[in-house]
């Protein structure tokens, strides 16, 4: 069965950072483009940042450009998400998602700018607020 296991979240104050990890098991990692994706109190979801399959190509939305960071590392099978220069907006639960759509899974779908990714995880909870 594929997984998505995000961690990493927590408080961290304004102006500070943290780092995301997204551990992927259960299908051809390299093959898929990863994102990064939030949901906040009373929004939408929004993606946040997107990966290529191969690390080439990288693209992150307005609010976090110059901010967050987006890697991965297809040995491992894990995607990150460095933030820095946090904002109270920036507060939300931050999920992994895939172009890979599972079977056999519930999952949930986002509209990003290099198509529809899918996310299932349980997500992890950032706070910024001093």
């Known amino acids: 069965e594929a997984q998505l296991v995000e961690s990493g979240g927590g408080l961290a104050q304004p102006g500070g950072s943290l780092m995301l990890s997204c551990a992927a098991s259960?299908?051809?990692?390299?093959?898929?483009?990863m994102s990064w994706v939030r949901q906040a109190p009373g929004k939408g979801l929004e993606w946040v940042s997107l990966i290529s399959s191969n690390g080439r190509l990288i693209k992150h939305a307005d609010s976090v450009q110059g901010r967050f960071t987006i890697s991965r590392d297809n040995s491992k099978n894990t995607v990150t998400l460095q933030m820095n220069s946090l904002r109270s907006e920036d507060a939300a639960v931050y999920f992994c998602a895939t172009s890979f759509r599972p079977a056999g899974v519930k999952f949930l779908s986002v509209v990003t700018a290099f198509g529809t990714h899918n996310y299932w995880g349980q997500g992890t909870q950032v706070t910024v607020s001093s």
């Open positions: 259960g299908f051809t990692f390299r093959n898929y483009g």
